[in-house]
């Protein structure tokens, strides 16, 4: 049984319908990305898998659980945490206190070890955790968001678009974290990217959504090498 399965999901926003019959899969350990143009759905799609939108139509499955109808707190408490695409910092916050608010379900004992993972994971968090995440760069806040989601040491994180408006140094920094908080046992990790060619090189699958539907699946290397993907979605 896959960690995560969305069944044939139509969900939007009051009367408009944005997700018309979307299905995907998510393996445990896997790196699945989440690719297509602006306005396709996307964030929509990450936004009902956690819990902040429910479908009209359709299931979702995570863990063994269906939680089509369950609320983002609940979803968190099963292991599934989610970066957003914008504001995913509290600003007011230092470093070291939006990771504790990451954490706010754990005991004090594993409090600390979950941060010292978060501080080797990212060195740069460590030296500047006294500092408000307001005033730390776009990478930083990246960093600082997703240390935040991994100090439950969750069974899937969400991410939507974390190298958006970085710069290309820091999209590379962004996307070797990734793979490395991957790696040995590690969370799966459900992608939205931009950088849809970097973002599919270190999947192990991939999904194309267009105008809300399902275009094109298939392995990460399977749809690099897809002519009509390349040309369509991948510049060329
Ligand atoms: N909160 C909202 N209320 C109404 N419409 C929205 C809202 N958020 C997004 N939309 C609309 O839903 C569509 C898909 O948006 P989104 O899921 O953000 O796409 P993507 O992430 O692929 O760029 C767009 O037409 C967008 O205008
Ligand atoms: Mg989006």
Known sequence: MPLLEVNGITAGYGDSE?????????EAGEIVSI????????STLMKSVFGLLHPKTGSI???GHDITHREPYQIVELGM?????VANVFTELTVEENLEMGAFLLREASLEDRKARIYDLFP?????????AGKMSGGERQM????AALMLDPKLVLMDEPSA????????MIFERIAEINRNDGPAMLIVEQNAKLSLAMSSRGYVLAAGENRFEGTGPGLLNDPEVGRLYLGG
Do not use: H, W
């Not at 944005?18 to 998510?26: E, F, K």
């Not at 690719?35 to 996307?42: C, D, E, F, L, S």
């Not at 945490?81 to 695409?85: A, D, I, K, N």
């Open 18 to 26: 944005i997700l018309r019959d979307v299905s995907m899969t998510v």
């Open 165 to 172: 408006g970085l710069s290309p140094v820091m999209v590379s």
């Open 124 to 132: 740069r968090l460590k030296e500047r955790r006294r500092q408000r």
């Open 61 to 63: 499955r995570f863990d």
């Open 35 to 42: 690719i297509g143009p602006n306005g396709a759905g996307k």
């Open 81 to 85: 945490c989610y970066v957003p695409q």
């Open 144 to 147: 600082v968001a997703m240390g």
